[in-house]
């Protein structure tokens, strides 16, 4: 069974510009989540995909954005990049909304750490 | 709204002590989940329980204890005989919507240290 992978582990950019990170999900998982997690803090959610939809959202602009591909991999996309934005991006996968009882256990990657300039 | 507290922002204890990490949620809703899941220095959160808002039962698994109270909104978290390798930042979560478009609540943490 394939965990979450997340890519890249690790970069920096700086104010202004944009960034995409990536993330596969664990196989027979076909929902994706995004979590920003601040230094010291815990996740925050940003967003949850579901058959390439977005499916629920958090306390965030529009410029955070994301897709979900047919193969239920998921891009989130950051423009306008703040310092503030500078923290651990968590991608989790689940099963089918739709499952009940199993389904809203999150499996997470190692995650994406964006250090903002 | 939904909020999840974790007083203990850091915990120490020697190798081999029990230790008890406290979660204190807020929900409205009647039907929810509660989580703990435990992020190694790597950075991954692991699982470690859910438990529905219908299941008052406390649970053992190994060294691993959780105290489910309705009455307090309290989903307390024990570790017996405590390792080195407990050591990490460990969660409480609130998820008010099991289905579509769920939406996990975290509490900022707490950093448990064993020492050896």
């Known amino acids: 069974e394939t965990g979450v992978t997340q890519s890249p582990t690790h970069l920096i950019k700086t104010r202004g510009q944009q960034v995409t990170l990536r993330c596969s999900s664990q196989s027979g998982h076909n929902t994706v989540s995004w979590y920003q997690q601040a230094l010291g803090q815990g996740p925050q959610f940003i967003f949850q995909y579901y058959r390439e939809e977005e499916n629920g959202r958090g306390n965030f602009p529009p410029r955070f954005s994301g897709l979900q591909f047919p193969n239920y991999s998921s891009e989130l996309n950051v423009n306008a990049l703040e310092l503030d934005d500078s923290a651990l991006y968590l991608c989790?996968?689940?099963?089918?909304?739709?499952?009940?009882?199993?389904?809203?256990?999150?499996?997470f990657g190692a995650g994406s750490r964006l250090t903002v300039l | 709204a939904q909020k999840v507290t974790q007083a203990q922002t850091e915990i120490s204890v020697v190798e081999k002590e029990d230790v008890t990490l406290d979660c204190v949620y807020e929900?409205?809703?009647?039907?929810?989940?509660l989580f703990w899941y435990k992020q190694p220095p790597s950075g991954e959160l692991v699982f470690l329980i859910r438990?529905?808002?219908?299941?008052?039962q406390n649970e053992i698994s190994g060294r691993y204890s959780w105290n489910f109270q309705k009455s307090t909104s309290s989903f307390n978290f024990t570790i017996t005989a405590s390792q080195v390798v407990d050591s990490a930042v460990y969660f409480c979560?609130?998820?008010?919507?099991?289905?579509?478009?769920?939406?996990?609540?975290f509490g900022p943490g707490t950093r448990l240290s064993v020492l050896p």
């Open positions: 979560a609130l998820s008010e919507v099991p289905n579509y478009g769920q939406n996990f609540v």
């Open positions: 929900t409205r809703d009647t039907t929810y989940y």
């Open positions: 438990r529905n808002s219908f299941d008052e």
């Open positions: 989790a996968s689940s099963l089918d909304p739709g499952q009940g009882a199993g389904a809203n256990v999150l499996t």
